[in-house]
């Protein structure tokens, strides 16, 4: 899933709580500024971010490689709830979005374009989703816009709600007969390349996902493999930029990478990274 940070605005903002920008000293370090020959530095693939209690800690991509020491920290949101970064506005920048616990308000916090999240606007839930069941947000239309979806496990359906930068419509649903049944974790990205971000789930040491095509999740899965590691999450992260997501499964402290060839994911091209740092881990385009 690709994750962008909302610069501007255009409609349906309910008003700005003002109390959680960050501060100077908080904001994340630019690496889009010039190098030595005065050319800008190249930034490639996406970054890694973990979020706990209100702290997003961010490990920016550098060269198509995601480091070990974190490349900042700020305070932004609620602790609690369902928290993730996705692309609001279609600029190529992920910003943080959060559902705190028993809320019926999507926030999204701001991408200001140099990583550091900014003030919060709030959006009303729309109806016909669940505060108990598990949210997820992709680009599940592919036009470029981060959506907010949701499984509704009484009727193997994926529930999905518009992005129209501003709105949040509950008029269209996303039809599956996949089986998510059963305990495990959802997560989405694009694994193909389409532009479509897929459906992965995550049950009993297995990593299976789907694709989307035309809006409608299903048919055979792009590719289903065992959990290799003691992995806690599983995540798509396109290291190398090339449109592919890689599978990345975090372990609590490490991140373990699995390369994506075509669409595939190959188990034993395998690269960890001791992040040794605890937290909810996210993807996405920061800068």
């Known amino acids: 899933m690709r994750t962008c940070l909302l610069v501007a605005l255009a ?9 959680e920008t960050p501060s100077d000293d908080s904001a994340l370090s630019d690496d889009t500024a010039p190098d030595d020959t005065g050319e ?7 970054d890694f971010a973990l979020y706990q209690s209100g702290t997003l800690a961010v490990y920016l991509n550098a060269d198509r490689n995601i480091p070990e020491s974190v490349s900042g920290t700020q305070s932004v949101g609620q602790p609690g709830g369902w928290t993730t970064l996705a692309d609001f506005d279609g600029d190529g920048r992920d910003d943080l979005w959060q559902i705190a616990e028993s809320s019926e308000t999507i926030f999204i916090y701001m991408n ?9 606007h709030s959006f009303e839930k729309s109806t016909g989703l669940s505060l108990t069941r598990p949210w997820l947000a992709g680009d599940f239309t592919g036009d470029g816009l981060d959506d907010i979806a949701q499984l509704n496990t009484n009727t193997s359906r994926m529930v999905v709600l518009p992005n129209n930068v501003g709105v ?7 039809g599956t007969d996949v089986n998510f049944t ?3 974790q959802l997560f989405a990205a694009d694994f193909d390349g389409d532009g479509t971000d897929d459906i992965g789930f995550r049950k009993d040491g297995t990593v299976s996902v789907w694709p989307v095509v035309d809006g409608v999740v299903g048919g055979a899965p792009l590719f289903e493999i065992s959990d290799p590691t003691t992995a806690v999450a599983a995540l798509g992260l396109d290291v190398d930029d090339d449109g592919l997501a890689e599978l990345a499964l ?10 994506n060839t075509g669409g595939a994911i190959d188990v034993s091209a395998e690269t960890s990274v001791l992040i040794g740092a605890q937290g909810d881990p996210l993807a996405g385009d920061l800068r």
Do not use: E, M, N
């Open 11 to 19: 409609v349906g903002c309910k008003g700005d709580t003002g109390d």
């Open 40 to 46: 800008p530095a190249v930034v490639a693939g996406q």
């Open 168 to 174: 949040f419509d509950d008029d269209q649903r996303v």
């Open 182 to 184: 059963g305990t495990g």
């Open 112 to 120: 200001d374009g140099s990583g550091t999240i900014t003030t919060p």
């Open 250 to 259: 975090w372990s609590g402290s490490t991140l373990w990478l699995y390369a």
